[in-house]
């Protein structure tokens, strides 16, 4: 053989190597995105309560009224709710969003405000009565 002959059979089976490893790989290519096209969904098939569960809202602070308690704060975006909470006297008011929003026992709450556990369960009821009054509702329930 003569050595362009050589060459040329080198390249030629280079060029055929090449050609079934990029055959192969666009295969491989194809079967993933089918693979993949089997086990995803589009948005646009996706039934309302679907899209509901995979939505994110945005919370912007003027969106919220915020109430200091402790060392906590509690952010109301209800507005009657945070008008009504406004109108309690604020012992009251903090002792009703610790017991409610913190998930605060009395006994708890009347360790924190160093009060007796009775007065803590007082001012928690008529702070829950004033406020059922206020939202509309009736106090006797």
């Known amino acids: 053989m003569r050595p362009d002959r050589h060459y040329e059979h080198k390249q ?14 666009a295969y491989n290519g194809y079967r993933e995105i089918s693979r993949r096209q089997k086990r995803e969904t589009p948005f646009s098939e996706l039934s309302e309560e679907e899209l509901a569960q995979l939505a994110v809202y945005d919370r912007y602070p003027w969106e919220y009224t915020a109430f200091p308690v402790g060392g906590d704060v509690i952010l ?3 507005d009657r709710l945070a008008e ?8 009251n008011r903090d002792i009703f969003l610790m017991y409610w929003f913190l998930g605060m026992a009395d006994r708890e709450i009347a360790e924190h405000l160093h009060m007796v556990r009775r007065t803590v369960n007082a001012r928690r009821q008529s ?7 206020l939202m509309g509702g009736e106090a006797d329930d």
């Open 76 to 78: 109301i975006k209800d």
């Open 127 to 133: 702070a829950y009565r004033l406020l059922k009054e």
């Open 12 to 25: 030629h089976a280079f060029d055929s190597y090449c050609k079934k490893v990029l055959k192969c790989e």
């Open 84 to 91: 009504a909470l406004n109108t309690l006297p604020p012992d």
